[in-house]
């Protein structure tokens, strides 16, 4: 127990308090789930971020699921720090691109009061083929 000349402040706990819900916010972890064959990790550089799948322009293949957890629509630091994270888990596997949106999430049954509406984020991590091509029919 700390001495009277050591006790801890209103001022100082508040400060703790915000200081780690900031980290925490920073520090919400993905989640990545394996469709298809990883590959060879890439720079994050050249892993192409899209935002639909009209977008890529080219045939590809899926070979990652990425979600993010729910988070504040208006927290744009936030929303970075997720894009960002989910470019570099595509890289780990080895992704050309990534498609990433920002989902609502809905609002629970019978909740009375507002809730600051909130998103997560939904990524698929895509590989370019190569030639695509089927076997012929017999």
């Given amino acids: 127990m700390p001495g009277p000349g050591n006790r801890p402040t209103l001022k100082g706990s508040v400060c703790l308090f915000l200081l780690a819900s900031l980290c925490g916010c920073a520090a919400l972890p993905i989640d990545v789930i394996q469709v298809g064959p990883w590959f060879s990790p890439r720079p994050v550089g050249e892993v192409e971020v899209f935002s639909s799948r009209t977008e890529t322009g080219r045939q590809w293949g899926g070979i990652g699921i990425i979600h993010g957890r729910h988070i504040p629509s208006s927290s744009t630091k936030t929303i970075e720090s997720q ?18 949106v920002f989902d609502p999430v809905s609002p629970g049954f019978g909740q009375g ?15 370019y083929a190569v030639q695509a091509s089927t076997p012929p029919a017999k």
């Fill in 83 to 100: 894009r960002r994270k989910a470019r570099a888990a595509a890289a780990k596997m080895g992704a050309d691109g990534v498609i990433i």
């Fill in 113 to 127: 009061s507002y809730h600051e509406p909130r998103v997560y984020l939904s990524g698929l991590a895509i590989k």
